[in-house]
């Protein structure tokens, strides 16, 4: 019952949102608050792909149309806004005499169809774009939890799992079901050991027939796609840090978490030649973004640190730019009115 409660409150979260970007967007709330847009914003993306018409398909927060791409990057800029590498941030905002909005469009993980069909359209467009680079996950050796989950959820009607109070039965049969239980392994993830948590899932993937590196190995780039990417797309790509593992930073050790951030730097300039400019900490939340970590970003030498909080940038915070906001393009808003209503900054007051 309880998790019923949860995903209804999940539900009227996602509706109340629409409603009040529908309405700044119908009331051209804009043009009476125009400050709210501060300086710009970043955007953060995951997947570009088709709609894959699923029913139960519980990562669609992270997944856009390549066309709603490309009319986010047509309404930013009839705004009137300036695509910018994130790492260019502070020199631009710094020396901005006419005040102008930047905006930043990221993506996170380097799924292969960032190259596919993200790519085409940030070069159409001649938009500098900055892909965010997890070297476990480039490497294969590391699994998309969540992605894995997903097939597991969709393929079964019946799955057996230990929580943390003993095996039990998960009846999957209906989409209502398996949301409940998408819900409660992100959960039972973000709450216990995640190295332990990612290996039981891991385990029971292969105890359904089910290799979960391979999944890795279908949606993610690896160093050689990579670094076609960049031969294609030069100068307008960057590839950033994105730890090794995409564990939640702030939940391990401070020695983990400097290895974590140092040890994606380093595996970017060894196997891409790319010093990294900037790093996108995993997940982004509040709860795991903390200050020690902001500094081990420092430390390691990145000038700029991105989360996945919402906010406008603001030219005066930028003297301590390890722990950024951006705003989401999300799987679940996808319509223009409501990239309007974001870029207005109003909905981040």
Not at 6 to 31: D, W
Request: glycine content about 6%; proline content about 5%; aromatic content about 10%.
């Amino acid at each position: 019952m309880l998790r019923q409660v949860v995903e209804a409150k999940r539900q009227l979260k996602y509706t109340a949102i629409r409603a009040g970007l529908t309405a700044i967007a119908a009331l051209h709330l804009h043009k009476l608050l125009p400050s709210s847009a501060k300086n710009g914003l970043i955007f953060t993306l995951h997947h570009v792909r088709p709609d894959s018409g699923q029913a139960f398909s519980p990562n669609a927060i992270l997944s856009i149309t390549p066309e709603f791409l490309e009319a986010t990057i047509q309404t930013v800029l009839q705004a009137g806004m300036v695509p910018v590498h994130v790492h260019e941030l502070p020199e631009l905002l710094k020396h901005n005499p006419e005040n102008k909005r930047l905006v930043c469009f990221t993506l996170d993980d380097g799924y292969r169809n960032n190259a596919e069909y993200a790519a085409p359209i940030f070069l159409k467009y001649n938009i500098p774009f900055t892909i965010y680079i997890t070297a476990g996950f480039a490497e294969h050796d590391r699994i998309l939890w969540w992605e894995t989950v997903e097939h597991l959820l969709r393929m079964h009607e019946c799955l057996e799992f230990d929580f943390g109070a003993g095996p039990e039965i998960l009846t999957l049969k209906t989409t209502a079901q398996k949301q409940s239980a998408f819900a409660r392994f992100a959960y039972y993830v973000d709450e216990n050991d995640e190295d332990i948590a990612v290996g039981k899932i891991t385990s029971l993937a292969q105890q359904c027939g089910f290799d979960p590196l391979q999944l890795t190995a279908d949606l993610i780039m690896d160093r050689q796609s990579l670094a076609q990417l960049h031969e294609t797309a030069g100068e307008l790509v960057h590839f950033g840090a994105h730890s090794l593992t995409h564990l939640n930073l702030s939940h391990i050790s401070g020695q983990r978490a400097k290895e974590e951030i140092e040890g994606s730097a380093k595996w970017l300039v060894d196997n891409l030649g790319e010093v990294p400019k900037s790093f996108s900490f995993p997940y982004g939340w509040k709860s795991a973004v903390c200050e020690r970590d902001c500094v081990l970003v420092q430390e390691a030498g990145f000038p700029i640190g991105v989360t996945t909080q919402p906010g406008m940038l603001e030219a005066e915070k930028l003297t301590r730019a390890y722990d950024l906001p951006r705003v989401s393009l999300n799987g679940y808003f996808q319509k223009q009115r409501y990239v309007k209503a974001l870029i207005s900054g109003i909905a981040f007051r």
